[in-house]
């Protein structure tokens, strides 16, 4: 009752102005603001391919990625690029939100990673450099769903809404690397990531919201037609990724290698510009635009892992990551802070997340090539409101490896359960999700 009492106040003071200055959004039936969260994406099949466990073993140029340390092992000069595919399915409860939620799906293909790495020596050093494109963070989602007021008692109001919202994009990064061999066993590297908008693209991320609705308001028949679109442009940021690989144990064909890795914070400067259409029959037409300069704040990150070669054929990983979501917070240009995370105020809180991975290889030697046979499994956390959600998951993969190419494939499965809806502004909600990624790779050696 009282949610009808002010809307059918808004509506008397909205027919007192001018139509031109009526706008939809002080209609309070406008769609929730949704958004959604960024994912962190890993790069190249061979490491997905062993659960993502490989800061002791990252041993092609994903290694300026995974751990700039661990470059130092590549012996030739060589280019790669990788290919992903990734099909998101969220499986919405609206709970006692009224809400019309189901099934949802999104997939697409993006470069996963592009580098090229030359070894070299000066100053008596063993040295490699590399000049890589990955991607980082992934913004893709898809929401259709429905809502609904239906309350006979004066003034009666009676309306139901579709709304589609969508989000497509991510962050990618121009990445040089350079590693040192210190000692015969120890090595050190430091990567430059240069953020930037997604390849390819003019912007970073886009997200747009669609809404129909249709009622009858105290005996008015209402229409409404609600377009959104917003543009996340010029994403601009720098941070420094530093790594160590240890041969710490070595006897005949076994090796046991420690390897860590630190990602500074950094502040990323974009602009996000909205342009918004409504339409609400009787009361007029409205648009909007706005572009403003935004500050996120994005958090450091520790691993470590542990490599152990048993012999020529069988190796393993293990690996363990720290990352400080406590620290992700945005700023407008009015000074206004909030969390990225379902628009909330910072004064709610996002826990860190740890990380922990596993991977095996084995490798079926034959004259003339390696055939790999890999697999993982994976504990990796997302950052949500509070608590983490809890996200599980395996992998697996093959290829084909030859003196001058090597090809991988991998397949990575996630799913998670009871994920919070309020991460994208959808209190009260919550979802499972099952996500399904394809990688294909190739190396070629000079």
């Known amino acids: 009752m009282k949610q009808k009492q002010i809307l059918f106040a808004i509506v008397g003071i909205v027919l007192s102005l001018p139509l031109s200055q009526v706008a939809f959004a002080q209609f309070s039936l406008s769609p929730p603001n949704i958004n959604a969260v960024p994912l962190p994406t890993g790069s190249g099949a061979r490491a997905i391919a062993q659960g993502s466990a490989f800061i002791a073993v990252a041993d092609d140029a994903t290694a300026a990625s995974w751990n700039p340390g661990a470059l130092i092992q590549l012996e030739k000069p060589e280019v790669s690029v990788v290919g992903s595919f990734l099909a998101t399915d969220q499986d919405f409860d609206p709970g006692s939100t009224g809400l019309s939620l189901g099934d949802e799906s999104v997939s697409r293909g993006d470069l996963n990673y592009a580098s090229a790495a030359y070894p070299f020596r000066i100053f008596g050093k063993n040295m490699v450099a590399a000049l890589n494109y990955q991607q980082i963070y992934d913004f893709h989602m898809d929401l259709d769903f429905g809502m609904s007021i239906d309350d006979p008692s004066p003034p009666s109001l009676n309306y139901k809404q579709e709304i589609d919202f969508e989000s497509k994009g991510g962050v990618g990064a121009l990445t040089p690397a350079l590693s040192v061999l210190v000692t015969p066993k120890i090595s050190v590297g430091f990567a430059v990531n240069f953020f930037t908008d997604e390849f390819f693209g003019d912007y970073a991320w886009k997200q747009t919201t669609e809404a129909n609705g249709i009622g009858n308001l105290d005996g008015t028949d209402i229409t409404t037609t609600y377009n959104s679109e917003t543009k ?4 601009q940021a720098i941070n420094l990724t530093f790594g160590v690989l240890w041969d710490i144990w070595e006897r005949e064909d076994k090796l046991l290698t420690f390897g860590a890795v630190f990602d500074t914070p950094y502040t990323a400067d974009v602009y996000r510009a909205t342009n918004t259409t ?17 500050e996120i704040d994005y958090p450091m990150s520790f691993g470590a892992g542990l ?24 700023e407008d240009e009015a000074g206004n802070e909030s969390r990225p995370l379902g628009g909330v105020s910072t004064d709610r809180d996002i826990d860190d997340t740890f990380a922990v991975r596993t991977g095996v290889e084995y490798l079926i030697f034959r004259k003339k090539t390696i055939i790999p046979l890999r697999g993982g499994l994976f504990y990796d956390p997302r950052p949500s409101l509070g608590n983490p959600t809890d996200v599980y998951g395996f992998s697996a993969g093959s290829g084909v490896s030859t003196k001058r190419f090597s090809l991988d494939a991998a397949y990575q499965f996630r799913w998670a359960n009871e ?10 909600t919550h979802f499972d999700l099952n996500e399904h990624m394809f990688l294909t790779s190739l190396i070629v050696y000079f």
């Open 232 to 235: 996340f442009e010029d994403f």
């Open 278 to 294: 409504s339409i609400t029959d009787p009361l007029g037409q409205s648009k909007l635009h706005n572009r403003e300069e935004m």
């Open 307 to 330: 490599g152990f070669r048993y012999n020529d054929a069988l190796s393993f990983s293990f690996d363990v990551t720290w990352t400080d979501w406590s620290t992700f917070e945005q």
């Open 419 to 428: 994920v919070d809806g309020e991460d994208f502004g959808l209190s009260d």
